[in-house]
Protein backbone atom coordinates (compact mmCIF):
# COMPACT_ATOMS: atom_id res chain seq x y z
CA UNK A 1 0.00 0.00 0.00
CA UNK A 2 1.26 3.44 -0.48
CA UNK A 3 -0.20 6.94 -0.37
CA UNK A 4 0.90 9.65 -1.72
CA UNK A 5 0.09 13.15 -0.26
CA UNK A 6 1.65 17.19 -0.69
CA UNK A 7 -0.50 17.95 -3.74
CA UNK A 8 -2.40 21.28 -4.15
CA UNK A 9 -2.79 24.57 -5.37
CA UNK A 10 0.71 26.58 -5.94
CA UNK A 11 0.97 29.51 -8.58
CA UNK A 12 3.82 29.22 -11.83
CA UNK A 13 7.13 29.49 -10.13
CA UNK A 14 6.13 28.18 -6.59
CA UNK A 15 7.30 24.69 -5.32
CA UNK A 16 6.05 21.91 -3.68
CA UNK A 17 6.86 18.54 -1.89
CA UNK A 18 5.50 15.07 -3.03
CA UNK A 19 5.73 12.42 -0.29
CA UNK A 20 4.72 8.88 -1.00
CA UNK A 21 4.85 6.58 2.07
CA UNK A 22 4.79 2.77 1.45
CA UNK A 23 4.55 -0.30 3.19
CA UNK A 24 4.13 -3.90 2.99
CA UNK A 25 6.82 -3.80 0.78
CA UNK A 26 10.71 -4.39 1.39
CA UNK A 27 11.64 -0.63 0.41
CA UNK A 28 14.87 -0.41 0.64
CA UNK A 29 14.66 -3.04 -2.79
CA UNK A 30 11.99 -1.40 -4.43
CA UNK A 31 12.66 1.07 -7.24
CA UNK A 32 10.70 3.91 -6.96
CA UNK A 33 8.96 6.28 -9.60
CA UNK A 34 6.92 9.49 -10.16
CA UNK A 35 4.20 9.49 -12.65
CA UNK A 36 1.38 12.00 -13.79
CA UNK A 37 -1.76 12.43 -15.43
CA UNK A 38 -3.86 15.33 -16.63
CA UNK A 39 -7.16 14.99 -18.22
CA UNK A 40 -7.21 13.33 -22.16
CA UNK A 41 -3.42 12.39 -21.23
CA UNK A 42 -2.14 9.15 -20.86
CA UNK A 43 -0.26 8.76 -17.14
CA UNK A 44 3.69 9.98 -17.73
CA UNK A 45 6.85 9.33 -16.30
CA UNK A 46 8.05 11.85 -14.46
CA UNK A 47 11.20 10.83 -12.07
CA UNK A 48 12.45 7.26 -10.85
CA UNK A 49 14.88 6.27 -8.58
CA UNK A 50 16.54 2.99 -8.35
CA UNK A 51 16.22 0.20 -5.29
CA UNK A 52 19.85 1.14 -4.26
CA UNK A 53 19.00 4.93 -4.45
CA UNK A 54 22.36 4.99 -6.98
CA UNK A 55 20.42 5.68 -9.93
CA UNK A 56 17.83 8.84 -10.63
CA UNK A 57 16.21 9.30 -14.08
CA UNK A 58 13.96 12.10 -14.89
CA UNK A 59 11.90 13.23 -17.66
CA UNK A 60 13.21 15.97 -20.09
CA UNK A 61 9.91 18.46 -19.03
CA UNK A 62 10.90 18.19 -15.54
CA UNK A 63 15.21 18.19 -15.86
CA UNK A 64 16.75 20.42 -13.91
CA UNK A 65 13.20 21.81 -11.92
CA UNK A 66 12.00 18.41 -9.97
CA UNK A 67 14.27 16.24 -7.64
CA UNK A 68 13.97 12.54 -6.37
CA UNK A 69 15.03 11.32 -3.16
CA UNK A 70 14.55 8.28 -1.18
CA UNK A 71 14.49 7.37 2.88
CA UNK A 72 15.03 4.18 3.49
CA UNK A 73 14.42 4.61 7.55
CA UNK A 74 10.97 6.01 6.72
CA UNK A 75 10.08 4.04 3.77
CA UNK A 76 9.01 7.43 1.93
CA UNK A 77 9.93 8.70 -1.58
CA UNK A 78 9.75 12.65 -2.49
CA UNK A 79 9.69 14.24 -5.24
CA UNK A 80 10.51 18.31 -4.65
CA UNK A 81 8.93 20.30 -7.33
CA UNK A 82 10.78 23.82 -7.96
CA UNK A 83 9.97 26.64 -10.80
CA UNK A 84 6.21 24.59 -11.13
CA UNK A 85 4.74 25.35 -14.53
CA UNK A 86 0.91 25.36 -15.53
CA UNK A 87 1.80 22.12 -17.29
CA UNK A 88 2.69 20.20 -14.30
CA UNK A 89 -0.95 20.12 -13.50
CA UNK A 90 -2.10 16.59 -12.97
CA UNK A 91 -2.53 13.68 -10.69
CA UNK A 92 0.87 12.63 -9.21
CA UNK A 93 1.18 9.24 -8.57
CA UNK A 94 4.18 6.58 -6.55
CA UNK A 95 4.64 3.57 -8.76
CA UNK A 96 6.63 0.63 -6.85
CA UNK A 97 8.60 -2.08 -8.08
CA UNK A 98 9.46 -4.47 -5.18
CA UNK A 99 11.55 -7.03 -7.06
CA UNK A 100 15.44 -5.05 -6.65
CA UNK A 101 16.02 -5.38 -10.83
CA UNK A 102 18.65 -3.48 -12.22
CA UNK A 103 17.66 -1.69 -15.59
CA UNK A 104 19.32 -0.17 -18.17
CA UNK A 105 19.10 2.66 -20.14
CA UNK A 106 15.69 4.11 -19.62
CA UNK A 107 14.26 1.30 -18.28
CA UNK A 108 12.98 2.53 -14.51
CA UNK A 109 11.06 4.78 -16.97
CA UNK A 110 8.93 2.17 -18.11
CA UNK A 111 4.90 2.19 -16.72
CA UNK A 112 4.74 -1.50 -16.71
CA UNK A 113 8.07 -2.16 -14.76
CA UNK A 114 5.98 -0.94 -12.01
CA UNK A 115 3.90 -3.21 -10.16
CA UNK A 116 1.80 -1.35 -7.64
CA UNK A 117 0.23 2.09 -7.85
CA UNK A 118 -1.73 3.91 -4.96
CA UNK A 119 -4.03 6.88 -4.49
CA UNK A 120 -2.73 9.86 -6.40
CA UNK A 121 -2.07 13.29 -5.14
CA UNK A 122 -3.66 16.23 -7.21
CA UNK A 123 -1.39 19.27 -8.50
CA UNK A 124 -2.84 22.20 -9.83
CA UNK A 125 -0.28 24.78 -10.87
CA UNK A 126 -2.18 28.35 -11.85
CA UNK A 127 -0.43 30.73 -14.61
Known amino acids: VQQASGGGLVQAGGSLRLSCVTSGFTFERSSMSWFRQSPRKEREFVAA????????LYADSVKGRFAISRDNANNTVYLQMNSLKSEDTGVYYCGVDPRARTYSGRGLANRPNYLYWGKGTQVTVSS
Open 49 to 56: ISWGGATT
